[in-house]
């Protein structure tokens, strides 16, 4: 087994109404007086409302709208290092991404406001890059830590129910995930204690979100603070983060990322956004496990939270078999982590598992409807 280096959180980490507040005592203490905040256009609209006690006059705002890109991140780190003593980024998971990364090359403490709750970008000491033509090219993990995270709900709440549904399922997938990767990686070995610590931030999620998830997109849609929001903020990025954070790469993606990189081959799925393909890779990768069980648990509460559970949702044909065939083969390039998993994956049983769950929703679907009726 390779060594575990934990990179289990941020320095200082704050969830609650009022968190942002305290902006200025945080800044402070942390000796910073010299700041850049690095944001979207809506994401500072909403944080706004919510620092108007702290005294920006002397900061720089630098809106930004396209990917995270190593030419970008090196020219903000050029730019900001003799100027500033911190960045702050306002966003989403890019923005976020892009703060950590003029951070740590600029040797700035990284402060990050996130405004959605749809990834865990804002716990992971890591960025995601893209080329300039905004397609994947590879992740950094950092070695040094965020300094600080502030998490006001009511932004959350107030903001597009889409992207809190996105997160669900994207962190859902810690569990079954994680789950994949130590029967493989772990078939005769007890866990090491780092490990464990992850698996069981990964139980969390899990717990949380199938208890709460359905009471947060109400809150969400409602535009309501609750409690039950908050846990699922909360799992999205603090417990979604512990995963990985603890368990290194025994706590990251198999196969249902890899079913999320298949979809993105075709058209039908571009609208959808990237926790929506990962949920329903979770269903396939299941499949491939044969653990139609737990799908059929899973089935309604995808059903209820309007979460896509086959292809139809995607407006995708199963009987087209040149759409399934470009989802196939980018789903199993060799570089694919569907290939961690214990069970051989080919495109024959690929297919099959497409299939079957296809079949298996519409009866789970169809006897949920008849107990209703009777």
Known sequence: MDAITVQGAPMQYECGQGALGKLPIYLQALQVERVTVIHGKTALQAAQPFLTNVKTENWEFIELTGPCTEELTDKLASELQRVSDAVIGIGGGTILDIAKAVGFKAKLKTVLIPTLASTCAAWTPLSVFYNQAGEFSHYTIFPTATALVLI???????????????????????????????????????????????????????????????????????????????????????????????????????????????????????????????????????????????????????????????????????????????????????????????????????????????????????????????
């Open 152 to 374: 006001e709900p009511e932004i959350i709440a107030n903001g597009p129910v889409e992207y809190l549904r996105a997160g669900i399922g994207d962190t859902l997938a810690k569990f079954y995930e994680a789950e994949a990767l130590l029967q493989s990686f772990f078939k005769n070995e007890s866990l090491p204690v780092a490990v464990r610590v992850g698996r069981e931030a990964a139980v969390l999620c899990k717990q949380i979100l199938l208890d709460d998830g359905r009471e947060a997109i109400r809150s969400c849609e409602n535009q309501l603070v609750t409690a039950g929001l908050v846990r699922v903020i909360e799992a999205n990025i603090l417990a979604g983060g512990m995963v990985g954070g603890f368990a290194g790469k025994y706590g990251r993606v198999a196969g249902a990322h890899s079913i999320h990189n298949g979809l993105t081959a075709v058209k039908e799925s571009h609208s959808f956004l990237h926790g929506e393909k990962v949920a329903y890779g979770i269903l396939v990768q299941l499949a491939i496990e044969d653990n139609w069980k737990e799908i059929e648990q899973l089935i309604p509460f995808y059903a209820e939270t309007k979460l896509p559970y086959r292809l139809k949702e995607f407006s995708i044909d199963p009987e087209n078999k040149e759409v399934l065939a470009l989802i196939i083969d980018k789903a199993l390039r060799e570089t694919e982590s569907i290939h961690f998993m214990k069970q051989p994956v080919s495109g024959h049983s690929l297919l099959e598992a497409i299939l079957r769950l296809e079949k298996f929703s519409e009866a789970i679907l169809n006897l949920s409807f008849t107990k209703k009726l009777s």
